[in-house]
C-alpha cells in the first residue's frame, strides 16, 4: 500500500497571505489528524476527522482550519499567516476510531517571511 | 501542549551499545507509543503499549510502562548508526480519539 502523501513539500509564503495543505491517507484510513512541528512548541496537535467530522481540536486560533473529504482526504487552511506560523507541518492517517497506531506522512515544510 | 517531559534529552552511545530513553506523563491514558524521526522527517511508528499492559517487545525493542508512575522507558539493544534519531512518547487518552500528544523527545546518536 502507498503511505501517506503530503503535498506540497515545501512551502514559501509571505505574512498577510494564506496557505492549503494537502493530505491523502492510506487507502482505507479513516482518520486523518495534523501535527504542527516546531523547534520551541515541539510536536502539537492540530485536528483529527473521521469520516469527515472533526472530531478533535487542538489549541490553535481559528485561522487553522480543515477539512475532510469523503474519500478521506485531508486538506488544512491557514489564514493570515504570521512569522511564528513557520514550521512543519505533518499529518497522519489511521485504521481505526479507537486510539490506535498512527501513519505519518513526510510533512509540508512552511516558512513565512 | 506536551504531556510530559523525555529524558534525557540527547543520548550518544557507540554501535552494539544499549540505549534507554524514559518518558513521563501527567494525565491517565489510554495508550502509549514511541514514535521516531529522521532529521525534521515524518515520523514512524515503532511500538503501542496499552495502559493495562507492562512490558513488549518488538525486534530489539523493549518498551515498559509503569502507569502508576505515569512512566515509560524504550530500551534500544545493539544500536545501530542507522537508529540515529529523534525518538518520541506519545500518549493517547480515553475519549481522546485519535488524538496524539508528544513529549519532548530524546535525540539519539549511534556512533561507529
Known amino acids: 500500500k502507498a503511505g501517506v502523501t503530503q503535498t506540497p513539500r515545501y512551502l514559501i509564503k509571505t505574512r498577510g497571505q494564506q496557505v492549503t495543505l494537502s493530505c491523502s491517507p492510506i487507502s482505507g484510513h479513516r482518520s486523518v489528524s495534523w501535527y504542527q512541528q516546531t523547534p520551541g512548541q515541539g510536536l502539537q496537535f492540530l485536528f483529527e476527522?473521521?469520516?469527515?467530522?472533526?472530531?478533535n481540536k487542538g489549541n490553535f486560533p481559528g485561522r487553522f482550519s480543515g477539512r475532510q473529504f469523503s474519500n478521506s482526504r485531508s486538506e488544512m487552511n491557514v489564514s493570515t499567516l504570521e512569522l511564528g506560523d513557520s514550521a512543519l507541518y505533518l499529518c497522519a492517517s489511521s485504521l481505526e476510531q479507537i486510539p490506535y497506531e498512527q501513519y505519518f506522512g513526510p510533512g509540508t515544510r512552511l516558512t513565512v517571511t | 501542549s506536551q504531556q510530559g517531559e523525555e529524558d534525557p534529552q540527547a543520548l550518544s552511545i557507540q554501535e552494539g551499545e544499549n540505549a534507554t530513553m524514559n518518558c513521563s506523563y501527567k494525565t491517565s491514558i489510554n495508550n502509549l507509543q514511541w514514535y521516531r524521526q529522521n532529521s525534521g522527517r515524518g515520523l514512524v511508528h515503532l511500538i503501542l503499549?496499552?495502559?493495562?499492559?507492562r512490558e513488549k517487545h518488538s525486534g530489539r525493542l523493549r518498551v515498559t510502562l509503569d502507569t502508576s508512575k505515569k512512566s515509560s522507558s524504550l530500551l534500544i539493544t545493539a544500536s545501530r548508526a542507522a537508529d540515529t534519531a529523534s525518538y518520541f512518547c506519545?500518549?493517547?487518552?480515553?475519549?481522546?480519539?485519535?488524538?496524539?500528544?508528544f513529549g519532548t523527545g530524546t535525540q539519539l546518536k549511534v556512533e561507529l
Open positions: 503499549i496499552r495502559s493495562n499492559e
Open positions: 506519545a500518549t493517547t487518552l480515553t475519549g481522546g480519539g485519535n488524538k496524539l500528544t
Open positions: 476527522y473521521f469520516s469527515e467530522t472533526q472530531r
